[in-house]
């Protein structure tokens, strides 16, 4: 059960797009209808901002957005602002034996 | 308002047990399964354990399966977590979470294995 792979880090200034891969594989992220992003500021708990692969919740703004291409996921921050700075984690079902599955995490930095 | 809220974290030795409870409220309980999430000193997000709305389905991560032991009650809206044989890599913030459209965490509760 290998974390699904995400870059350590990214970084933009404000009002750039800064793009978030999230890499797995057929048995995940490529199978799987069920991917999500949170956004999880220090010593809180994890903010869902996508889910499905590209729905947003009510309340996350449309500067935020997700897509899929082949055993990839990708988040897109669109015009980033300083408070997009915090720790991003994708998520994918991963069938019914492994179940759930995280990515290592991405630590964005608004320059 | 929906809440998730842990509880029953602390020190335990290497080899000890531990029982986490999360109280849900604010929303159908027995509507929702509902996971285990945990997360080391400065480290990333782990999934843990599932269960079924009805606790007719559970399942665990290979790092806890044989040690852990997932259940509810969904007469008091509760959702347990026991660990058994719990080893020094187990310490971590645990969180309860609703995953999915529907999602929701707790603030999570501290774990530390250590002797």
Redesign the interface.
Known sequence: QSALTQPHSVSGSPGQSVTISCSGTSSDVGGSDYVSWYQQLPGKAPKLLIYYVNNRPSGVPDRFSGSKSGNTASLTISGLQTEDEADYYCCSYAGRNTFYIFGTGTKVTVL | QVHLVESGGGVVQPGGSLRLSCAGSGFTFSDYGI?W?RQAPGK????VS?IRHDGSKK?Y???VKGRFIISRDNSKSTLYLQMNSLRREDTAVY?C?V???F?Y????TLVTVSS
Do not use: E, K
């Open positions: 996971h999430v990333g997000l782990q999934w599932f399942q991560g290979d790092a969180y979470a995953i999915g459209d999602d965490w707790g603030q999570g």
